[in-house]
């Protein structure tokens, strides 16, 4: 081995694989709008991903009545939250593929939080079909998709209550499920398939990932007078 000085930096750098020589940048910013890689966009149109059609017309009548239309504006199923939970179910989330989801599985206290061995997908497909089941079986129609809106919203008050039984998974753990992904789809970034038309941020006049706001923090009291902008940008600087 020759007789060479390795400074500090030096070996730090080259062991997280950093260059030790960067690029210096003279004259201008080291970032430039239209540089980087567009992030991707749900296709508008595209089918599901997970959901089959029974389970897809469960979401997409739950969803509506867990936030809908009325004079303020679309609702979840407007905004495609239906189409944001199939997404998050086809990937990681879906997997659990972040959680510790080995044994054992006793029954958890309230403050131990996710307390099944079925990772999110699986709780969704066993509570689906179940639901359904109990639907058809009380004789109201054959399934939670073809009940009348009121009827469809006191079967999910009876979810939430906890009052309806579901083979083979807890009732509250889907509900709870159901209205936080319901939630999260209505009020997320666009770029995950939910908040069509940033909806849910106009509703509440969020405005979104815009990088500057300097301008408007001394200004208390005052409605924010910009449009929304999402994580791909505004409409208008879309690239034909």
Request: hydrophobic share 40%; net charge positive; aromatic share 10%.
């Amino acid at each position: 081995m020759p007789n060479r000085k390795v400074s500090r930096r030096g070996l730090l750098a080259g062991a997280v694989g950093i260059p030790l020589a960067p690029a210096a940048i003279r004259g201008d910013m080291p970032w430039r709008e239209g540089a980087a890689d567009a992030p991707s966009l749900p296709r508008s149109g595209a089918g599901y991903l997970f959901f089959s059609s029974a389970e897809a017309a469960f979401i997409e009548a739950a969803v509506a009545r867990l936030i809908p239309a009325d004079e303020l504006g679309p609702g979840a199923k407007e905004a495609g939250v239906a189409w944001f939970i199939d997404r998050q179910l086809a990937g990681r989330f879906g997997r659990g593929e972040r959680w510790y989801m080995q044994g054992p599985w006793g029954p958890g206290l309230p403050t131990q939080g996710y307390q099944t061995r079925l990772s999110p997908a699986g709780v969704y497909r066993a509570a689906i079909r179940s639901i359904d089941g109990v639907v058809a079986r009380e004789g109201r129609a054959g399934s939670f998709a073809k009940l009348q809106t009121a009827d469809q919203d006191a079967f999910l008050k009876r979810l939430e209550s906890g009052q309806v039984h579901l083979d083979g998974v807890e009732t509250k753990t889907f509900f709870d499920m159901l209205l936080q992904n319901t939630i999260e789809g209505f009020w997320s970034d666009p770029i995950y398939g939910g908040n069509r038309g940033m909806v849910g941020w106009k509703l509440i006049g969020f405005p979104g990932a815009r990088y500057d706001h300097s301008a408007f923090v001394a200004r208390h009291g005052e409605r924010y007078p910009l449009p929304p902008v999402g994580l791909a940008g505004r409409p208008e600087w879309t690239r034909s």
